[in-house]
């Protein structure tokens, strides 16, 4: 039999050494172990009946009768044999043996204490022992006839407990029983079935009975309700029904832990039998109850266990529940971080799981971020959602060089290079350059874009460049017109400082960043005989930058390399030209030509702004091509007005123009000329009477005109005339107006400076003489005059005027016109 038992015990063990809590996706609240050592000691020879808690010991009650005190870890420090109360931390010690059986024992809260030595026990009575003279015991009923008690439980001033009729709360103030709480199921043994109770706090009782729990608050009654009444009473807050028979109770914050024992229909033989007892923490409604988890414990023999053989007690403060069953004892406690990362790993939930441990690091005790991150990257690895496992090892391997390298080396053995190079870090830390090299052959071995997108945000650094060099060299052998590698190429003998073969490649390639390497890098000097390419690829640019940079490269060489290019030499002579109208004069007869035959809108403008190119060979190509109004212009420069007027009337037909140059030249031989032409020809003089009023008299024209000519628009043109006549009297008549106002405000001012006094002192002196002005004895006396120009005479020092007007002048300002040196003032006394 013992053999069987034996077995038996490590089949249950082998199922789980904890509790088995169901499959889901819930997470479990509560976390469970066996406590073992000395508890399976004791279960191996006897089966547990009961247990209470205190802080850090258990006290355990058998079926034979033995009591066993436990630390926290099932380890057995002391055995008892009969009722006994004992101290933990004190020598204090009693018991005694009683003539009738024991049920349950309860002693008061405080018996530490000198004056509350008080305890309880139940069986057919509710006995209560107090501590009385000389030490002794003396014990008193305080309720009997209705049953066994069975169970007990004292909080503060009040002792609950239940019998066969129901639960009664009794106040130890006033000595008085507040309620009486009957059990509802009366169908049920109350042996088998028994009630369970606890305290939540000092005002707040649970009762579990059958599958009713009932939260009952125990309140003060108002003085004017008591009576003959206790003065308090007790309120049911909160009932409801559970799904199965409930074992035990305890209290978790706001919720409650419930033991229930679980009866079901056997699928073999479909009869009931015994399940796994659940543990059960649910949140109190006031006519309800919602579950919050709810978890299946394998205990041992659970298969032949009752109702009445399981128990739950708790230990206050530390969140820890005991499960009891006859062979077996069970703690359940509350998981912690540790337990719930567990969890989310147990669950796969890997990205969560690493989340948790970030924000708890400081409280984890078990788990580690790096052993978390890297657990998840393997799982993403498994699942074949690479890039994803990639980009996480940013965030999980930070700055270790190792596990980095160790990383890259598992992506090559998978074949998956390609998904972590994005995320390879390229400062602090930097990897061994071999890494990277490795990362670059895999793309030029597959993907030429990725490898040139590589090179190009990568620092050059990072790996070997010749290698890369070299392998890139080896590819275009094979492709050699491949436009991706010859760029790459570039880039690679930039960072290699071979700028001279870059530029070959660029310019081969026509790439935009050819310039700004030429710059960068200051490449005039391998430009030399590159400037037609440059100029070919982007002419702007290339002008632009050879203005910019003339010192560097001389303006002879390029019109020099341009010469077999007289299109682009015409292009950078004429911004050159833009720019400076005298840098290139030796090239300003050359232009002549250039523009001629590359842009002639722009020769006209070239001919009047410069003042290099010679005139004859410029009017030579002009005549040469037909260009009138070239042609026109360089004849007026040239002095020859007449045929430029006389090429304007025959060649343009233009009388608008020929009126326009006449007026530009200001001429009157040349208004002649423009009237002999137009005075056979109607729309020339029209054109000429509606312009020439304000140069020429009209009737000059007008005496000309032969009679009976019939010229159109003849009248308006007329009345234009007209109007231009009284236009230039009102003109004249208003300048008239504007010159004498002026004339009189500038008289007037001129009589109020001149009236104004001029201040002598003995500091003037005689301009003539250049003795002070003012005699050193003022008694005496003198004559000096003082002119407007505020120069200063003796009377006698001033030459005798020759003319019979008397007005004197300044000899020092003026002598022969009146003006401001004339006198203004003479003292005398």
Known sequence: MAEAEEKETRSNEESTDESEEDESEEEPKLKYERLSNGVTEILQKDAASCMTVHEKFLALGTHYGKVYLLDVQGNITQKFDVVQVFGLYSAEEFHETFDCPIKIVAVHPHFVRSHFKQFVTGGKKLLLYERGWMNRWKPSVLHEGEGNIRNVKWRGHLIAWANNMGVKILDMISKQRI??????????????????????????????????????????????????????????????????????????????????????????????????????????LPESCEEISSDALTVRGFQENECRDYHLEYSEGESLFYIISPRDVVVAKERDQDDHIDWLL??????????????????????????IGLAYINHLVEREEYDQAARKCQKILGKNTELWEFEVYKFKEIGQLKAISHYLPRRDPVLKPLIYEMVLHEFLESDYEGFATLIKEWPGDLYNNTIIVQAVVDHLKKDPQNRTLLRTLAELYTYDQRYGKALEIYLTLRHKDVFQLIHKHNLFSSIRDKIVLLMDFDTEKAVDMLLDNEDKISID?????????????????????????????????????????????????????????????????????????????????????????KMIMEELHDVDKAIEFAKEQDDGELWEDLILYSIDKPPFITGLLNNIGTHVDPILLIHRIKEGMEIPNLRDSLVKILQDYNLQILLREGCKKILVADSLSLLKKMHRTQMKGVLVDEENICESCLSPILPSDASKSFNVVVFHCRHMFHKECLPVSNTVSPVQFCNICSAKHRGPGSAILEMKK
């Open 179 to 284: 309620t009486n709480v009957p059990r509802d199921d009366i169908s049920l043994r109350p042996d088998m079935y028994p009630c369970s109770l606890c305290w939540k706090d000092n005002l707040t009782l649970i009762i579990g009975w059958g599958n009713s729990v009932k939260i009952c608050s125990v309140k003060e009654r108002h003085a004017s309700e008591m009576r003959d009444l206790p003065n308090r009473y007790v309120e049911i807050v909160f009932q409801f029904e559970t799904e199965f028979h409930i074992s035990g109770l305890a209290p978790l914050c706001d919720q409650l832990v419930v033991l229930s024992y679980v009866k079901e229909i056997s699928e073999k033989t479909e009869v009931e039998c015994c399940a796994r007892p659940r543990l059960d923490i649910v949140q109190p």
């Open 557 to 645: 060489r390029v019109v020099e390399e341009l010469e077999n290019r007289p299109e682009l030499q015409h292009v950078y002579l004429h911004k050159l030209f833009k720019r400076d109208h005298h840098k290139g004069q030796r090239y300003h007869e050359k232009q002549i030509s250039l523009y001629a035959e590359y842009d002639r809108p722009n020769l006209l403008p070239f001919l009047r702004d410069s003042t290099h190119c010679p005139l004859e060979k410029a009017l030579e190509i002009c005549q040469q091509r037909n260009f009138v109004e070239e042609t026109v212009y360089l004849l007026s420069r040239m002095g020859n007005s007449r045929s430029a007027l």
């Open 346 to 371: 147990e669950k796969k939930k890997y990205e969560e799981a690493l989340m948790a441990a970030e924000i708890s690091q400081k409280t984890i005790k078990k788990h580690k971020i790096l052993d």
